[in-house]
């Protein structure tokens, strides 16, 4: 049977990491399930944060799959098959992709009988559905075959409902969808069918043919000794209208922390897991990249 690849979709911060890691956690001991990270930045901190065998993930940082990168995703999928020879692959990709564009490199005459599209499954900040406007954010719902509707404990009932409503005028009708909290969607939940995608066929991207990433940017902060958490927090509150996602791990006097930053707000949390250095990485429009990365490198240089 052909390997089923499914690409996990949705905008920044939406919490595409936290259902994959919902999804490892809860499906069968013996499933081989491989796990490819597309990062837009050139640092990958997904790959730290998602709770698999580091064998079983393989890291494409640097880009954007939908838009390039296609001998990288090649090679990946060939090593899942080959080598993983993975029961499901799953790909995360970049707030910023298209899945439809994604999923349409993956199904290559390459791996012709090998592969399958397993089908698109695009995660939603609740909170940011009516108030963020992105066209990507359209795009990456068109083609959904599933439809995560996450955060949904920061909304009242009334503009819930209103999401959902949004969300019927853009999908299909038969695009499922489910609602939950802190991505918690269970492996059966989404795998124990697969989806119907026939109007997605193979074909690959010509470079500079298509850019979804056009009008954003990449502010990667690296620093081997401690940061003032305080000062840190202070700039993500003074800039919180211009910084769209942010994350990665600080290095700080009382040990390391994982910083999360999205629309949905600002998390800092303790890890046990000793680390050698300060990540971060920002995700901003493109003109504001210049004055952000000035703002930060005051407390990282």
Do not use: W
């Not at 692959?89 to 791996?111: D, H, M, N, Y």
């Not at 700080?252 to 600002?266: I, L």
């Amino acid at each position: 049977m052909p390997t089923p690849i499914y690409i996990i979709s949705g905008f920044l911060g939406a919490g595409k990491t936290t259902l994959i890691n919902s999804l490892l956690e809860s499906a069968p001991d013996d499933a081989r399930i491989m796990v490819l990270v597309n990062e837009f930045g050139s640092i990958s901190i997904d790959r730290r944060i998602i709770k698999a065998d580091p064998f079983n993930i393989v890291d494409l940082s640097g880009g954007c799959i939908c838009c390039g990168m296609f001998t990288e995703l090649m090679a990946s999928l060939g090593f899942a098959l080959d080598e993983l020879k993975a029961d499901v692959i799953l790909i995360e990709s970049t707030g910023l992709a298209v899945p439809q564009e994604i999923a349409r490199k993956a199904l290559s005459p390459a791996f012709e009988g090998r592969v399958e599209l397993g089908g698109i499954i695009t995660v939603v900040d609740a909170g940011s559905m009516l108030t963020v406007d992105y066209p990507i954010i359209e795009d990456q719902l068109k083609e959904a075959n599933v439809v995560v509707l996450n955060k949904i404990d920061l909304m009242d009932s009334n503009t819930l409902a209103q999401v959902r409503d949004r969300i019927k005028l853009i999908t299909s009708l038969e695009c499922s969808l489910f609602e939950t909290s802190f991505g918690r969607i269970s492996y059966n939940d989404i795998f124990s069918r697969r989806y119907d995608s026939p109007h997605i066929t193979y074909r690959k991207t010509q470079p500079g043919e298509f850019d979804s990433t056009a009008g954003f940017a990449t502010v990667c902060l690296v620093r081997n000794s401690l940061v003032d958490l305080g000062r840190l927090i202070e700039l993500y509150e003074r800039h919180r209208k211009t910084i769209i996602r942010s994350k990665g791990f600080v290095l700080t006097e009382k040990g390391g922390v994982e910083v999360q930053f999205s629309k949905s707000g600002m998390e800092v949390k303790e890890i046990d897991k000793p680390f050698q250095r300060t990540e971060l990485v920002l995700i901003v429009k493109e003109n504001d990249k210049e004055f952000i990365e000035s703002e930060f490198r005051k407390v990282f240089d």
